[in-house]
T-cell receptor, first 112, second 112 residues
Framework: SQTIHQWPATLVQPVGSPLSLECTVE??????LYWYRQAAGRGLQLLFY??????ISSEVPQNLSASRPQDRQFILSSKKLLLSDSGFYLC???????????FGSGTQLSVL | QKEVEQDPGPLSVPEGAIVSLNCTYS??????FMWYRQYSRKGPELLMY????GNKEDGRFTAQVDKSSKYISLFIRDSQPSDSATYLC????????????FGKGTHLIIQP
């Protein structure tokens, strides 16, 4: 069966520090991969999605970037965090056959 | 007008009650409809998936889609305290999960 791993679960970072969140999927090949941010009262915001290695689509211009160095690995990065980057970050995947989206356990990021 | 509207709640009901959660939408092209359950500080979990109009039942859960009214519902029978969570609706016209539009979620509390 397919599983998605996302870490860390919680992260506290100072303003101006770099960020790297990692997500890996097991049990499937060539998944579509997604990064979402969930802020209180604002719902789920799609940040990036990827249909293959090195292929990244950005939905929202921001202080963040994404990379997909391997088929089942998706990384969310920032060179300098802002206070507004605080939120709950979710990695997700779909198998491409339908519109079902499966989420990881999330990372709560607090920028102080 | 927002694409997907969902009452944020909180909705508080006694254990054993029938719960009705709803979303309205404006895009008549939507034809894939999903309900996710999200526990506090966890990733959303796919609960129900429906294509087009009609009902779908899975145990205590029933998803209902009325495309003519642009209205979807999730019913929970014999509600349990473990059903306490935030429920998000999601929908798309197709073409991949990157087109998913989410509601902001309804916070449900089942009182023992």
């Amino acid at each position: 069966s397919q599983t998605i791993h996302q870490w860390p679960a919680t992260l506290v970072q100072p303003v101006g520090s770099p960020l790297s969140l990692e997500c890996t999927v097991e049990g499937t090949s060539n998944p579509n991969l997604y990064w979402y941010r969930q802020a209180a009262g604002r719902g789920l915001q799609l940040l990036f999605y990827s249909v293959g290695i090195g292929q990244i689509s950005s939905e929202v211009p921001q202080n963040l970037s994404a990379s997909r160095p391997q088929d089942r690995q998706f990384i969310l990065s920032s060179k300098k965090l802002l206070l507004s980057d605080s939120g709950f970050y979710l990695c997700a995947w779909d198998g491409g056959a339908d519109e079902k989206l499966f989420f990881g356990s999330g990372t709560q990021l607090s920028v102080l | 007008q927002k694409e997907v509207e969902q009452d944020p709640g909180p909705l508080s009901v006694p254990e054993g009650a029938i719960v009705s959660l709803n979303c309205t939408y404006s895009n008549s092209a939507f034809q894939y409809f999903m309900w996710y359950r999200q526990y506090s500080r966890k990733g959303p979990e796919l609960l129900m998936y429906t294509y087009s109009s009609g009902n779908k039942e899975d145990g205590r859960f029933t998803a209902q889609v009325d495309k003519s009214s642009k209205y979807i519902s999730l019913f929970i029978r014999d509600s349990q305290p473990s059903d306490s969570a935030t429920y998000l609706c999601a929908m798309t016209s197709g073409g991949g999960a990157d087109g998913l539009t989410f509601g902001k979620g309804t916070h449900l509390i089942i009182q023992p």
